[in-house]
């Protein structure tokens, strides 16, 4: 089946250690994106990509940083600078295209990062 | 900060049509609305968009106001899994190249009862 898929679901680290969420679709969609959320709010956007080898940074990138080498895979770390990493990370895709319809985006079922 | 307005919880009886309202005074003429919902732990879920016709699929009715200022997503019939956050987006101006930068807000808690 086609979709996004994020691993792991849940994930522990020790405050001062980076980490790298994944992200892959196969979906053939050119722009990915980072978003992250935290309880009751709505979801903030970290970084996107539009094509392989190149990406922009959201309202909130300090602290993470991310690639995209692949089209299918567009991964985040989230670096020991970032001051309050634990949250929901959910990844997502879409076409860049010009039409309403090319701006659906489909999310992946989410990670959940908690730092201690 | 998002665009739009929306009531921070809603109840629904199961059966029943939920309807969800959104204000968005400070639409743009070639903004269209989107609306999203996440149920909760997982992703949200792209649900439909307009332009300034009411719009319907398999999911979802979406009424949009003459003035465009308002619209109102309707559920015809709820059922307990239809039980998420609802987001309503205005779509901002498209990112080069023409991807999109969604704004979500804190959207309304819909809670279908038994």
């Known amino acids: 089946d086609g979709g996004i898929t994020q691993s792991p679901k849940y994930l522990f680290r020790k405050e001062g250690q980076n980490v790298t969420l994944s992200c892959e679709q196969n979906?053939?969609?050119?722009?990915m994106y980072w978003y992250r959320q935290d309880p009751g709010q709505g979801l903030r956007l970290i970084y996107y990509s539009q094509i392989v080898n190149d990406f922009q940074k959201g309202d909130i990138a300090e602290g993470y940083s991310v690639s995209r080498e692949k089209k299918e895979s567009f991964p985040l770390t989230v670096t020991s600078a970032q001051k309050n990493p634990t949250a929901f990370y959910l990844c997502?895709?879409?076409?860049?295209?010009?039409?309403?319809?090319?701006?659906?985006?489909?999310f992946g079922p989410g990670t959940r990062l908690t730092v201690t | 900060d998002a665009k739009t307005t929306q009531p921070p919880s809603m109840d629904c009886a199961e059966g029943r049509a939920a309807n969800l309202p959104c204000n968005h005074s400070t639409i743009s003429g070639n903004e269209y609305v989107y609306w999203y919902r996440q149920i909760h732990s997982q992703g949200p879920q792209y649900i439909i968009h307009g332009l300034k016709n009411n719009e319907t699929n398999e999911m979802a009715s979406l009424i949009i106001t003459e003035d465009r200022k308002s619209s109102t997503l309707i559920l015809p019939h709820a059922t307990l899994r239809d039980t998420a956050v609802y987001y309503c987006?205005?779509?901002?101006?498209?990112?080069?190249?023409?991807?999109?930068?969604?704004?979500f807000g804190k959207g309304t808690k819909l809670t279908v009862n038994p």
């Open positions: 997502a895709s879409s076409l860049a295209g010009t039409t309403p319809t090319d701006y659906e985006q489909y």
């Open positions: 979906l053939n969609h050119d722009a």
């Open positions: 987006i205005v779509r901002v101006a498209p990112l080069q190249g023409g991807s999109e930068k969604l704004v």
